[in-house]
């Protein structure tokens, strides 16, 4: 009994090493070739938003932008080949430094403390911050009025330093349009930005709810950030010299920044969701859809070799399933996605994007179903087991024949939550680089602002696959219900 107790038990440590191998094996390489006259790698892994108008974006599926078309550019008259890794801000810093990718290029503006820890080429564009308040707000005319006051801002950026420096209170956000809202709801009472973002997004929106009422006397010069001692600077910053000498660098400011530049968009709400609805689709189709499928089939392997651990009679085996679930438990989903993908790598050990989701969601799963699994089977009464054992069963038979169907239909409600829950937790794994239905949606809306309107297509998607699981659990439980002992 305890042999068989035993062997299930390592089941869960046996698949989770199994999936997590398979990871190391269909992960990306780490090391790129490297182009010896420039320093740089043949394939330049370029960390950008693409979520930040005008600077990086996607129009029509495809990623453009200021920064965007100047690494392009570079890339080309370097002779390497430029790999664009979207990436979100927050994360961007974190990607370099566990080498996911080589370079950033998102507006990045140069300070001691960015110079000190990074290889910062030479600025490539100069601009200065402007204060935004309500249109109606007239008591706020500077940054020195900024003092005792709710700025929202993106917590690492500059811009949230020049705000706090003024006496602000900062509120955090992740987007411009995340804190135009909340300035015109009345929730905060400025926002301190760049000047050609901010007039990029008035320009695109016509949002009169809002205006700038004075600039910044600091300067923001833009930079690429790369990771310190990478060797890649000397070749770049030759190349913008030669750029800004021939013009071309000029030609690409004029084109996003200069007067022919500055067209309100006239697209509408409905049109987008049309545009969009297809892309949204297939980044269902093929990411979402398989992620939540392989991460909770593996999860839910793993959930029953925990379970049998925990109710297990050797101690070592149950404190260490103990264990386990209070880690999993006890620290968010969101924590535990960001450890696989950027912690680990600094270890030694590296994921590809999707298969680092597909670990850290599985180990969610893991760790709230085993306790499911558990109590379903504790809730078959003791008499089961005991009718079982007196005609002749054993315990790997008692529990595959008696216990675990009757087991299984107490633990379908509960496990249908935690399925329909993951689908919606798959739009998480955007932050680690996953093209899924989120992402797709943010991208799509990141040009014209137009999030609310995608934001509900996206909702739509989620509630008809968790409208469809739901329908599945029904008809499952009605299966099943005829294991139940009358």
């Known amino acids: 009994m305890h042999k068989f107790r035993l062997s299930a038990a390592r089941l869960g440590a046996v698949l989770a090493t199994l999936f997590l191998i398979g990871g190391v094996l269909l992960a990306p390489s780490a090391h ?12 330049l892994r370029v960390g950008t938003e693409g979520v930040y108008p005008p600077f990086s974006y996607r129009a029509s599926g495809k990623l453009t ?11 080309k008259r370097l002779g ?16 370099l430094q566990a080498k996911r990718i080589d370079l950033v290029a998102n507006e990045v503006t140069a300070n001691p403390e960015r110079k000190a820890k990074y290889d910062l080429s030479a600025p490539y564009i100069t601009t200065t911050g402007v204060v935004v308040v309500k249109s109606s707000n007239d008591s706020i005319k ?8 709710k700025a929202a801002e993106n917590t690492t950026s500059n811009w949230a330093a020049t705000a706090k420096k003024a006496g602000a209170q900062v509120v955090s956000v992740t987007a411009m349009d995340k804190a135009v809202s909340a300035l015109t709801q009345g929730r905060v009472d400025a926002m301190v930005n760049d000047q050609l973002a901010v007039k990029n997004y008035l320009n695109t929106t016509g949002n009169k709810g809002v205006k700038i009422v004075a600039t910044t006397d600091d300067k923001s010069e833009s930079v690429f950030a790369a990771r310190k001692g990478s060797g890649y600077m000397p070749a770049i910053n030759k190349e913008i010299a030669a750029m800004r000498a021939d013009g071309s660098l000029q030609k690409i400011y004029d084109k996003y920044f200069g007067a022919k530049s500055e067209k309100k968009s006239t697209t509408s709400d409905w049109q987008l969701v049309k545009d969009n609805a297809w892309p949204m689709l297939k980044a ?49 989903l969101l924590v535990q996605l960001v450890i696989v993908f950027y912690a680990l790598p600094q270890a030694g ?7 680092s989701a597909v670990i850290a969601l599985s180990l969610n799963v893991g760790g709230y179903g085993a306790e499911v699994v558990r109590s379903a089977i504790s809730s078959v009464p003791k008499g089961q087991w005991e009718a079982a054992e007196t005609i002749g069963m054993r315990y790997r038979t008692s529990l595959r024949r008696i216990v675990l169907p009757q087991a299984a239909r107490i633990a379908v409600p509960p496990l249908g939550n935690t399925l329909v829950s993951l689908v919606k937790d798959t739009s998480l794994t955007s932050l680690i680089l996953v093209p899924e239905l989120f992402q797709k949606a943010q991208d799509a809306a990141a040009p014209t602002y137009s999030y609310l309107a995608l934001y509900c297509a996206a909702a739509v998607y989620y ?19 005829r294991y139940v002992a009358l």
Do not use: H
Request: aromatic fraction near 10%.
């Open 349 to 355: 050990v590296k994921f590809s994007s999707f298969w």
């Open 32 to 43: 790129a070739a490297t182009d010896q006259s420039s320093g740089l790698p043949k394939t």
């Open 284 to 332: 269902t189709l093929k990411t979402t859809i398989p992620l939540t499928a392989i991460s909770f089939v593996l999860g839910l392997l793993l959930a029953v070799g925990i379970a049998l651990m925990r109710r297990s009679t050797v101690l070592v085996l149950s404190w260490l399933a103990r264990v386990y679930i209070s880690i999993i438990r006890g620290t968010p």
């Open 142 to 149: 500077g940054l020195k009025d900024l003092k005792g006051k």
């Open 65 to 75: 932008g200021y920064d965007v078309d100047l690494i392009t550019q570079l890339g």
């Open 463 to 481: 509630w008809v696959i968790c409208f469809g699981l739901n329908a599945v659990q029904g008809r499952l439980e009605t299966r099943l219900n």
């Open 80 to 95: 390497v080949k430029v790999q664009f890794v979207q990436t979100p801000w927050d994360s961007m810093f974190s990607a």
